[in-house]
T-cell receptor, first 114, second 116 residues
Framework: DQQVKQNSPSLSVQEGRISILNCDYT??????FLWYKKYPAEGPTFLIS?????DKNEDGRFTVFLNKSAKHLSLHIVPSQPGDSAVYFC?????????????FGGGTRLMVKP | DADVTQTPRNRITKTGKRIMLECSQT?????MYWYRQDPGLGLRLIYY???????NKGEISDGYSVSRQAQAKFSLSLESAIPNQTALYFC???????????????FGPGTRLTVL
């Protein structure tokens, strides 16, 4: 069973509107969460992260929200731009576990239409 | 120049062949990782290495082996390739962050491997 799930394989949004990408996890030991962005023919690049001691982290147009009780996090992009079109991966790790490996979700393909 | 490079970028091979994928980094990081990406499954960890003398199996190590030749080089081998190893393979590096946790991982551009 996947411990990190992104249930929407794709999302289409109009330029200027808000994009909301969702991620659910099952392992209650996860205490640090990251979002990576991936363009075609490139490797994933780090976008934004959040520690479990917070419920929100903002960086420019990108905000990540964490709801620990629901084991859910979301990435908000406002306003969305065509250059945001990419695959977004949610990832989680347990910082108390030796190795601190990342567990990734399956990804959501975001398409921002001009 | 890219900080994390992978060679080859694309490879087509036949079932049973031995294949080596190479990764080099100039970031000076101690930690290196190999992942494979399959549609809908995200990235899954194959092997990881915290320094030259340290090699660890990840989630899906069966059918793969690795070699950490130097701090900057980490290679992945498929001893006898099979079709279900067709995937996109990524190498990544990270430093040791604060509080003993691994820092952000930096990924190479990927190798697309097709096993016929």
């Amino acid at each position: 069973d996947q411990q990190v799930k992104q249930n929407s394989p794709s999302l289409s949004v109009q330029e200027g509107r808000i994009s909301i990408l969702n991620c659910d996890y099952t392992n209650s030991m996860f205490d640090y969460f990251l979002w990576y962005k991936k363009y075609p023919a490139e490797g994933p690049t780090f976008l934004i992260s959040i520690s479990s001691i917070k419920d929100k982290n903002e960086d420019g147009r990108f905000t990540v929200f964490l709801n620990k009780s629901a084991k859910h996090l979301s990435l908000h992009i406002v306003p969305s731009q065509p250059g945001d079109s990419a695959v977004y991966f949610c990832a989680a790790r347990d910082d108390n576990n030796a190795g601190n490996m990342l567990t990734f979700g399956g990804g959501t393909r975001l398409m921002v239409k001009p | 120049d890219a900080d994390v490079t992978q060679t080859p970028r694309n490879r087509i091979t036949k079932t049973g062949k031995r294949i080596m994928l190479e990764c080099s980094q100039t970031k000076g990081h101690d930690r290196m990782y190999w992942y494979r990406q399959d549609p809908g499954l995200g990235l899954r960890l194959i092997y990881y290495s915290f320094d030259v003398k340290d090699i660890n199996k990840g989630e899906i190590s069966d059918g793969y082996s690795v070699s950490r030749q130097a701090q900057a080089k980490f290679s992945l081998s498929l001893e006898s390739a099979i079709p279900n190893q067709t995937a996109l393979y990524f190498c990544a590096t990270s430093d040791l962050g604060t509080s003993g946790s691994t820092d952000t991982q930096y990924f190479g551009p990927g190798t697309r491997l097709t096993v016929l």
